[in-house]
């Protein structure tokens, strides 16, 4: 796995939730869990219940952290990353899996939920190092609340998808 890739794992859960609309939450049951974890080989294992919750519970942080870009808290965010980095410790380890040369994963150890934890806050530190921390958004179109990253050149992103920009949006030209 490409260790910017990592980040990829904050996008995809953040986006199983709808803040506004719980009834539209895709991340409900262990089915949906499991759902989300097959496109990630390595964090693949038995999960329960109590994965379920914690999956959750780091959905809502990392949301908090996009929520606090938006906001022009930038500090906030990057206080909130730095604390679940110290809370899901990196378990680096090369790998050469498949056919594939020798690579890096930073998570092998723990939990389903401390795996995918350590691997998300990890991908988002690099990402934010790498690209700035302005580039992390939640869509503006009216009732999406979905996070992306805008890769941009000019940083002009405002919405997850085409879809989303051709919602009527109150705020004419963005
Ligand atoms: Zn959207």
């Known amino acids: 796995m490409d260790l910017a890739s990592y ?3 904050v996008v995809e859960l953040v986006n199983t939730g709808r803040p506004a609309e719980p009834e539209r939450d895709s991340l409900r ?6 759902e989300l974890l097959t496109i990630r080989p390595h964090l693949s294992g038995r999960v329960t219940h ?31 990353l730095n604390s ?14 498949d056919g594939q040369r020798w690579h890096l994963h930073i998570s092998e150890s723990g939990s389903v939920p401390d795996r995918y934890a350590a ?12 690209h700035g ?22 940083r002009s992103r405002r919405h997850c998808a085409v879809h989303c920009s051709t919602t009527t949006s109150p705020q004419p030209g963005v």
């Open 7 to 9: 980040a990829d794992l």
């Open 84 to 97: 679940l980095l110290i809370q899901h410790p990196i378990h680096p380890q090369i790998s050469g899996h």
């Open 50 to 80: 109590t994965d379920l919750d914690a999956i959750r519970e780091l959905r809502a942080e990392l949301r908090k952290i996009f929520d606090a870009v938006a906001h022009g808290d930038e500090d906030g965010a990057v206080e909130r």
């Open 133 to 154: 921390i302005g580039r992390l958004r939640v869509c503006q179109a009216p009732s999406c609340a979905n996070v992306f990253f805008d890769n941009t050149a000019n």
């Open 119 to 130: 691997g998300a806050a990890m991908g988002l530190a690099i990402y934010i190092s790498d």
């Open 29 to 34: 049951d262990l089915a949906a869990l499991r």
